[in-house]
């Protein structure tokens, strides 16, 4: 079983709409979440991290973590057109530094 | 404030040679990681520096190797290339008290022919 699992995709939504993007994970024992945004041939974007069950917002973006289930999202509201990219969710286990990344979901907004 | 810079940004070599790829942290920072983005892969956890010193290691051979340099740039050195290599090479930064927190580069692109 791999350590963090994302839904590939491809995501396509129209303009304006709101996207759902989730990943899972198996070790309990991780204890920061990120998000990651990359466009293409480009490094990957720190767009948030969190380390506690809930929420937080930045902007049009939402990070959710639940712990019990071992699931992480982001929400994008009012998604545009420049949203377009691969999101890559990531976690940590403090003291190790090493991130363990999903495999990305490619989502894609419609003008 | 600069980003995380790396170089060369392209890189041609054929099999069996040695590449050597570098990065330069964001001003203050002290770690700096090494990930391979392979097609069809993911982002996979090569290496970590901190303060001069390896602190940890992915599940790769040891023909990936590196160094930290006292100004805390680095250089990762791929021995005996072989065409699997092939991939994106990404550089990250951190503090050294927010190891999570981490900030790429754009990457180096290594093409073994």
């Known amino acids: 079983q791999k350590e963090v699992e994302q839904d590939p995709g491809p995501l396509s939504v129209p303009e304006g709409a709101i996207v759902s993007l989730n990943c899972t994970y198996s070790?309990?024992?991780?204890?920061?979440f990120m998000w990651y945004r990359q466009y293409s041939r480009k490094g990957p974007e720190l767009l948030m991290y969190?380390?506690?069950?809930g929420n937080k917002e930045d902007g049009r973006f939402t990070a959710q973590v639940d712990k019990s289930s071992k699931y992480i999202s982001l929400f994008i509201r009012d998604s545009q057109p420049s949203d377009s990219a691969t999101y890559l969710c990531?976690?940590?286990?403090?003291?190790?530094?090493?991130?363990?990344f999903g495999t990305g979901t490619r989502l894609t907004i419609i003008p | 404030e600069a980003g995380v810079t790396q170089s060369p940004t392209h890189l041609i070599k054929t099999r069996g040679q040695q590449a050597t790829l570098r990065c330069s942290p964001i001003?203050?920072?002290?770690?700096v990681y090494w990930y391979q983005q392979a097609l069809g892969l993911g982002l996979q956890f090569l290496l970590w520096?901190?303060?001069?010193?390896?602190?940890n290691r992915g599940n790769f051979p040891p023909r990936f190797s590196g160094r930290q340099f006292p100004n805390y740039s680095s250089e990762l050195n791929v021995n005996a290339l072989e065409l699997e290599d092939s991939a994106l090479y990404l550089c990250a930064s951190s503090s050294g008290t927010t190891g999570y927190e981490q900030y790429f580069g754009p990457g180096t692109r290594l093409t073994v022919t």
């Open positions: 001003s203050g920072h002290t770690s």
């Open positions: 520096y901190d303060e001069g010193e390896e602190r």
């Open positions: 969190t380390y506690s069950s």
């Open positions: 070790n309990s024992a991780f204890q920061y």
């Open positions: 990531a976690i940590n286990n403090f003291g190790n530094e090493k991130l363990t």
